[in-house]
């Protein structure tokens, strides 16, 4: 694990100048924890509202935001966990009606985990409120400024990915 000003090192030598002062990276801090917790207050709601656990809404969206077809083991991967503990997630998932265990190649141990459309539809509903207040964010910038914000949650993402 690296630690924090490894990190600050490596972002300085690849380039990164002169950050902001302490305080604007206070602020940034504090805000970057505000939007966090108003997230996971939806997220625990949706969560609450349809007998599932914080971790199984965090295993949806790693399904919804899969490039490729989700397995057991890479959701396993991507949520830290054991595979005792994702087998319980997904059994519960599959239980409320939010994903289906699919066998689609001819090697029949290969396990996909897809999202039920009506179960991704109740989501995306619930979420909606998310979905405008980020359009209506979105509203107040220009594609370069939005360029930017998208680069530096990526940044962040990537750094945050190197903790674990």
Request: hydrophobic share 40%; glycine share 10%.
């Amino acid at each position: 694990m690296s630690t924090a000003n490894q990190r600050g090192q490596h972002a300085h030598e690849r380039g990164a100048g002169p950050g902001p002062d302490s305080g604007d990276l206070h602020v940034l801090a504090a805000q970057l924890r505000r939007m966090n917790g108003e997230i996971n207050r939806l997220a625990h709601g949706f969560a609450g509202g349809h007998g599932l656990h914080a971790t199984d809404v965090q295993a949806l969206a790693a399904i919804l935001d899969a490039g490729e077809p989700m397995t057991p083991g890479r959701l396993r991967e991507h949520l830290g966990l054991t595979s005792g503990a994702v087998t319980a997630c997904v059994d519960r998932l599959e239980r409320a009606g939010h994903v289906r265990r699919v066998r689609e190649s001819a090697d029949r141990r290969v396990v996909h985990l897809r999202y039920v459309p009506e179960a991704r539809e109740a989501a995306r509903t619930y979420f909606l409120p998310l979905a405008e207040a980020a359009a209506a964010t979105r509203a107040h910038f220009d594609d370069e400024e939005l360029a930017v914000v998208v680069r530096f949650l990526t940044a962040m993402n990537e750094e945050l990915g190197l903790v674990r």
